[in-house]
Each structure stands twice: as structure tokens, then as C-alpha cells.
């Protein structure tokens, strides 16, 4: 149910992406799509009651290097969180590239509604 | 870009030096606790995000002019490139933790450890830090009403006839 | 488990009335709001390198789309929608989510993570010998910086070149105004 609910998330951007003709809506439809697949990402890898993929003091041998058998019973899944931490941050260089697209546009033809963009030379 | 009231720019200037130094403690123990070199670049930008917001945008250049931050960003990004290929030279496989393996083991829980790992938390905070400083000035230093070069010449006509 | 149920749907209160509403403010603002509630939701899916990265990253996301709608009047957009257009294209969205719900009863069961059921996977063997291989005691970071690091050099890679494109679009053309014209 909780990965319906993610779903949703994604469809509700996907219809601001499509429908909307304002341009900033349209980038924030996209931004929106992007947080719900993190999201649906980190929540594949999660177990109840499980702990951070991080080793404390008691979790591992310092000198022979051995994890603890109880730590791998209910650790956490670190290959989606290490996918997801870059995804972020691309998420974030993408955002200033749409942004100053619409900032360029709206300096050439003075509005943000994409029905009224037609010249292809201005 | 001008900056803001008395008080807005008497706490954000003790308050930039706390949000650097929290930028650096996650940079440094990123291999040991929670945060890496993606985490505390961001947040080194966005300190510098503060001074321009609080103080205005040629204090900033002054400060960190652009050149310098643009040199930053590539020197980043080709450190990261050379980081994958001694790995190559020294190791034998592409981007193998050679430190680690070869030369520096370290202890475990300590700040030296991982080999090239720490080294490689300080290039990415090179490399994201400058970019997203750099895109963020260049998007408020943007004037909405700039002409391109053809109008400017059709609107002064002494521009033109020098030399 | 009922604490992510209220974080999900606050997210989709915040999400639903970021894209309805016709005032740019308050829509970028309801962003804020769901980029907050998630980072919310990874500190309790126990990942906390992802929420502090997630925090930061939508405050300088915040500040970015706040510069593109906070001048002057362009906050409001006029003129009335196409009927046809919009009814279509929610059908058809109606239909995706409606066909692609039938592919969770496939997917295992929350909470229950592949590598506890599944023998020999990759996970498995980052967490058991990701501290003699790497000696990290971060294993997200062993992940991203030593197994797969060649998945971040391209990460680094993209945001180079997503930062210079855009550094190229916001280039203030008046260098040219000095230069003779072309022949």
C-alpha cells in the first residue's frame, strides 16, 4: 500500500508535466516525479525495526574486521541509498538548467505560458 | 543585488562561520558518520549563498571572484579524473582504492582510514561546491531587461562607428 | 508503520496543492513542503546520509526557483485551458496508475528488504566484507566511493556539464559590442 501511495506521487507529477502550459509549473512537475522515485528507491531497501548501514563501536572487530552476526540480521539495504545520493544531487544541477532556460525565455518574449512561444526566431 | 537590513546582516555574520565549519566536519568524517562530500559541498555553497543574499553580490566578488570559482569547479573535476586513473597506474584495475590496499591501511574508526576515500570526499566538495556557487550567482546576476547585441547596435548608433 | 502513512500523505496534501494552485508562490513554497516531508520520511527509513543531503538540497533548490518567480508580474497566468486536451490526457493517466498498481502485489512485501530471502546478492556481500575490503565503517560511503565508484564519476561527469550548460544559456552576451561585425 505504501508503494501505491509513491505511485501516486509520480502520476500527480506526471499530470502537472503534461497538462499545465505555465513553465515553472511544468519544472516543478518534474522535480515532484523526481522525489517520488527517491523515494520509492529507499523504501525498497528498508527493513522493520533495522538499523543505518553505519558500523558503531560494538558492530565490527577493529582489528580482525569481522562484522557482528547481529548487526547483518537487521541492517538496512545501503546499495539503494548509495544510488539514490547521487540521484539528489544530479536532481539539483538539472533544476538550475530548466530554471534558466525559463528565465532566458521570459526575457525574450515576456511571458511564461508555452502556447505563446510559436517563433522559432525572435 | 542588494542585501538586506542591519540586524539580517549582523547574525549572518556570525552565524557563516558555524554553517562552514558544519561543512567541513561532514566533509571530513563523511567516511566514519553520517554525510560525504556531496552533503558538505552543498552546504559550503549554500553558506556562501547566505553572505550574497545577506550582504549583496559584490561583497561576494570581491570575496570569491568568478574566475577563481570556475577554476575551482574544473580543477575538481579533473583531480576526480586523476584519482580513477593512478588508480589505474599504481593498482592495475580502473579506480581501485590503492591507498588502502598497497600503501596506508590505517586503523579502523580513525581518521586516517579507507585509503582514498577521504581524498576523494575533498575533490567532490571541490567540484559541487563551486558549481552550484557559480550557477546560483550567475542566476542572480541575470537582468531581466538585457538587450542582445543586435538590438544594442540598432538603439546606439555610436557604438558602431568606433575605430 | 503508521508514522509513514501520515508522512505519505502529508506529501501528497503538499504535492496536490503545489500543482493546483495558480499562485507561483505558493506552489514553489508547497514544494519546500514536500522536499521537508521527505527528507522526514529517509530519516525514518534509516538512511540519514540521504536526508541531510536531501535537506540541503532542496533549500539551494528552494532559493533557485524562488529567483525565477519573484519578479515582477508574472505570478498569475490568464486564458482558459483546452477541455479536450486535459480530459485525455487524465484518462489516460487514470489508466497507467490503475494498470501499473497490479504490478505491486509482485513486488515483496514492505519492510522486508532482497537480500534476506534471496542467497548470493550484491548487498550481502558489500555489508559482510565492506570493512576488511575498504576499511570504512560508513558502508553507503564504501558503496558509492570504492564498489561503485565509477557510477560517481559519471554523476560527476553529468553535473559538470549540467552546470555548464547552464552557466552558457545565463552568459551575458556584451562582450560583442566592441567587436566589428562579421564580413
Not at chain 3, 560508513?138 to 565508484?149: E, Q
Amino acid at each position: 500500500m505504501l508503494y501505491a501511495l509513491c505511485f501516486l506521487l509520480f502520476m500527480i507529477g506526471l499530470y502537472c508535466a503534461v497538462v499545465k502550459k505555465n513553465m515553472v509549473k511544468i519544472v516543478i512537475g518534474i522535480m515532484v516525479m523526481e522525489y517520488a522515485v527517491n523515494l520509492l528507491l529507499i523504501m525498497l531497501g528498508y527493513r522493520l525495526g533495522g538499523t543505518a548501514p553505519i558500523l558503531g563501536g560494538a558492530d565490527a572487530d577493529g582489528v580482525t574486521k569481522v562484522v557482528a552476526a547481529q548487526f547483518l540480521a537487521t541492517v538496512v539495504d545501503p546499495l539503494p541509498q548509495a544510488l539514490v545520493l547521487t540521484s539528489i544531487v544530479i536532481s539539483l544541477g538539472s533544476l538550475a538548467l530548466m530554471i534558466s532556460i525559463c528565465i532566458r525565455t521570459y526575457a525574450k518574449y515576456g511571458t511564461f505560458d508555452i502556447t505563446e512561444i510559436r517563433r522559432l526566431r525572435g | 543585488m542588494k542585501g538586506m537590513t542591519v540586524i539580517v546582516k549582523t547574525v549572518s555574520s556570525w552565524v557563516k562561520m558555524l554553517i562552514f565549519l558544519f561543512g567541513i566536519y561532514i566533509i571530513l568524517f563523511g567516511h566514519l558518520s553520517p554525510g560525504g562530500g556531496f552533503a558538505g559541498g552543498v552546504i559550503l555553497a549554500s553558506s556562501y549563498v547566505l553572505l550574497m543574499l545577506a550582504f549583496g553580490r559584490e561583497l561576494v566578488e570581491r570575496n570569491l571572484p568568478l574566475p577563481l570559482a570556475s577554476r575551482l569547479d574544473c580543477l575538481g573535476a579533473f583531480l576526480f579524473a586523476l584519482l580513477a586513473i593512478l588508480g589505474l597506474i599504481v593498482g592495475g584495475v580502473f579506480f581501485v582504492n590503492f591507498l588502502y590496499q598497497k600503501y596506508l591501511p590505517g586503523s579502523t574508526f580513525h581518521l586516517v582510514s579507507g585509503g582514498t576515500i577521504p581524498l576523494s570526499n575533498i575533490v567532490i566538495v571541490l567540484k559541487v561546491g563551486a558549481s552550484l556557487f557559480l550557477v546560483i550567482f550567475m542566476l542572480s546576476r541575470f537582468r531581466y531587461d538585457s538587450k542582445g547585441p543586435a538590438e544594442k547596435l540598432a538603439s546606439d548608433p555610436t557604438i558602431g562607428a568606433k575605430e | 508503520m503508521a508514522l509513514f502513512y501520515i508522512l505519505l500523505l502529508f506529501i501528497i496534501i503538499a504535492a496536490i496543492i503545489a500543482v493546483e494552485t495558480r499562485n507561483l508562490l505558493s506552489s514553489v513554497i508547497c514544494v519546500g513542503a514536500i522536499g521537508f516531508g521527505g527528507s522526514l520520511m529517509f530519516l525514518f527509513l534509516r538512511a540519514p546520509d540521504i536526508a541531510i543531503t536531501q535537506i540541503v538540497v532542496e533549500v539551494l533548490g528552494l532559493i533557485i526557483l524562488i529567483r525565477a518567480t519573484i519578479s515582477r508580474d508574472l505570478t498569475f497566468i490568464s486564458g482558459d485551458r483546452e477541455f479536450f486536451g486535459t480530459v485525455v490526457s487524465v484518462v489516460i493517466i487514470f489508466v497507467i496508475f490503475v494498470a501499473g498498481i497490479r504490478v505491486f502485489d509482485a513486488m515483496p512485501q514492505f519492510g522486508v528488504p532482497v537480500f534476506s530471502h534471496v542467497q548470493d546478492t550484491a548487498s550481502e556481500a558489500y555489508i559482510s566484507r565492506g570493512l576488511q575490503d575498504t576499511g570504512v565503517t560508513n558502508l553507503v560511503t564504501s558503496v558509492y566511493l570504492d564498489y561503485r565508484a565509477y557510477d560517481t564519476l559519471g554523476e560527476a561527469t553529468v553535473l559538470f556539464t549540467a552546470i555548464l550548460g547552464a552557466m552558457v544559456i545565463l552568459r551575458d552576451k556584451s562582450r560583442k559590442r566592441i567587436e566589428e561585425p562579421d564580413v
